[in-house]
């Protein structure tokens, strides 16, 4: 059974370009979470869906990132635009039902800004 | 509202060795706590997780963690340590359904021959 996918899987931008990553659960989870880490600030929750609603987006930077689940099998991470500290890995996870369920990483997007 | 702290940034031991990595959390209730690891390159991957009954988890990889009320903590231990062990250990904690996980900052393991 195919994990979480994410793409793609290395991006390069230049500053204030738009970035779009993708993210597709494994088939059957109901919550998908996304991630950020970096060295200076580790693993940080930027937003979490439960049912492809979003239940808690207090880690969601500002305004340039925004978050969209359009079905059960699909999540998009969207920075426009984009600015040099936003380079970091950016994972997707899922779990069955909620976040106190084990969570299932995807292999990360390493984004680099420009 | 919950919270997680690894004490170590990074620890380094011989193959072979025991090794024992700690967590302690804040939270007012049982929490739900976890183990992940992360090798180089890759996401996150369960290791063990406690929600309840016997307070000694065995996980994967050989790996095992103590829930210990009384002091707040949810050590992870491992009798001998290979070499392939070498990766980033994150302990996280979740206040149930409904709210979030907290993961901690990582401790990274060094593995030496």
């Known amino acids: 059974d195919a994990g979480v996918i994410q793409s793609p899987r290395h991006e390069v931008t230049e500053m204030g370009q738009e970035v779009t990553l993708r993210c597709k659960p494994i088939?059957?989870?109901?919550?998908l979470f996304w991630y950020r880490q970096t060295m200076m600030r580790g693993l940080e929750l930027l937003i979490y869906f439960n049912n492809n609603v979003p239940i808690d987006d207090s880690g969601m930077p500002e305004d340039r990132f925004s978050a969209k689940m359009p079905n059960a099998s699909f999540s998009t991470l969207k920075i426009q635009p984009s600015e040099p500290r936003d380079s970091a890995v950016y994972f997707c996870a899922s779990s069955l039902d909620s976040s106190t369920d084990t969570q299932y990483f995807g292999p990360g997007t390493r984004l680099t800004v420009l | 509202a919950q919270s997680v702290t690894q004490p170590d940034i990074h620890i380094t031991v011989s193959e072979g060795a025991s090794l024992e990595l700690r967590c302690n959390y804040s939270y007012g209730a049982t929490p739900y706590l976890f183990w992940y690891v992360q090798s180089p390159g890759q996401g996150l991957q369960l290791l063990l997780k406690y929600f309840s009954g016997d307070t000694l988890v065995q996980g994967i990889k050989g790996f095992e963690a103590e829930f210990k009320r009384s002091q707040s903590s949810f050590n992870l231990r491992k009798p001998s340590v290979h070499w392939s062990d070498a990766a980033e250990y994150f302990c996280a904690v979740g206040a149930g359904r409904g709210f979030k996980t907290i993961f901690g900052a990582g401790t990274r393991l060094f593995v030496k021959a």
């Open positions: 088939s059957g989870h109901n919550s």
